[in-house]
């Protein structure tokens, strides 16, 4: 019996032993795989000579990024002119100012600040006496503006396509219906005095402090409000600009002159500045307020639209819409060159669109715009050299 139980422990213990050796050889088995895992790519092959490698895959270059077009610290692209502003009045509404024009309120003050800038027939009296209408983002730091004047029906349909407070002194009771358009948003008669030894009608202009005044005042908002439409152009790279290069059709153009008979004001380009500089009156327009700078633009355009004479008075209306226009065209300068364009404005608060002989929209440089309306009568009266 005894001789039985020592043969029964012996067998238990070597059942014991092998199953402890079981056990090792599993674990060494899981160790051996947790191992290998990291090998789990294709068997390097080692060759005598390399193996032959497929051309590699020509990639397109990424467009590089033009240092340009990269906003400084804190800046951002004006919606206006393209260029560099603060990024604390990105949306700012802009101010539209009426701006006299006759040679008894000369010199201008401000006007070279503007981002852009209209011109049309105020009346058609006085050999058709034209008036700016002068749009500026960056309004908080205007020192001197103007002078100012009244405004006309023309003006109050057109700032509110760029969702603009006009800024300006009267008018005539052509204007009340406008007034009554809730998108018209406007200023008048509430700037300050300047002495200049003018009479009163030519002594009017914004001063520092005017315009936070009248916005506080009036209620308004200062930033875009619900009858923004959106942004006005489409800004070509500053180092890639349009040169019009790409427009067969495109003619060189260094000089135009307007036909508005009051001023008779032209445009020369100066190829080392890139601009088109204004002239008016047989001289250059200077702005008094910015070192009698002259005014000049980046890009041009002249605008065909429909005029009416409202009365004796000399007070007339440009029609500034589509279904007011039989014949929507003009032309677009920039960089010594010209081509010609169509034109599109729905209504008074969509941005009127400018368009290349293909139906693209017009990629304008960047810098400031100066806008002529010309009525029919004498669009064939543009001169181009």
């Known amino acids: ?39 789990m790519q294709p068997a390097m092959v080692i060759q005598d000579s390399p193996a032959p490698q497929p051309a590699p895959v020509e990639e397109t270059p990424a467009a590089p ?27 700012q509404r802009p101010i539209a100012v009426m701006v006299d024009d006759e040679t008894k309120a000369l010199p201008h003050f401000g006007i070279t600040s503007a981002d852009v800038v209209y011109e049309m027939m105020n009346s058609t009296q006085n050999d058709g006496v034209t008036r700016f209408m002068a749009l500026v983002k960056d309004w908080g730091n205007l020192q001197q503006f103007g002078s100012i004047r009244s405004t006309r029906p023309t003006n109050l349909r057109i700032a509110p396509e760029w969702n603009a407070v006009l800024c300006h002194d009267g008018g005539p009771f052509w204007n009340e219906n406008f007034y009554k358009n809730p998108y018209v948003e406007r200023f008048s008669g509430t700037f300050s005095r300047v002495d200049n030894g003018k009479p009163r009608e030519f002594t009017e202009y914004i001063l520092p402090g005017d315009l936070e005044k009248n916005f506080k005042n009036a209620g308004f908002s200062t930033t875009y409000n619900d009858y923004y439409r959106g942004d006005h152009w489409v800004f070509a790279s500053r180092n890639n600009p349009n040169t ?44 008094a307020g910015n070192g009698n700078k002259q005014l000049s633009f980046k890009n041009v355009f002249l605008e065909r639209a429909k005029m009416e004479k409202l009365d004796d008075h000399g007070y007339m209306m440009y029609y500034p819409c589509d279904s007011e226009n039989s014949e929507r065209i003009g032309y677009y300068l920039t960089n010594g060159k010209c081509i010609k364009v169509t034109w599109s404005k729905m209504d008074d608060l969509t941005p009127t669109k400018f368009y290349d ?29």
């Open 1 to 39: 019996m005894k001789k039985w139980k020592a043969l029964l422990i012996l067998a238990l213990a070597v059942v014991l032993a092998m199953a402890g050796c079981g056990k090792k050889d599993k674990d060494k088995e899981e160790e051996a795989v947790e191992e290998s895992a990291p090998a």
């Open 65 to 91: 990024v033009e240092e340009a077009d990269v906003p400084p610290a804190g800046m951002v692209a004006n919606q206006l002119s393209g260029e560099w502003i603060d990024e604390s009045i990105q949306n």
């Open 244 to 287: 019009l290069d790409q427009y067969g059709s495109a003619t060189s153009c260094t000089k135009v002159s307007l036909p508005f008979h009051h001023n008779n004001p032209w445009m020369e380009y100066d190829a080392a500045e890139g601009v088109y500089k204004y002239f008016q009156y047989g001289k250059p327009e200077v702005d």
């Open 357 to 385: 002989e293909n139906g693209a929209e017009i990629r304008i440089n960047v810098g400031k715009t100066y806008i002529g309306l010309i009525r029919n009568e004498e669009w064939e009266n543009i001169a181009f050299e």
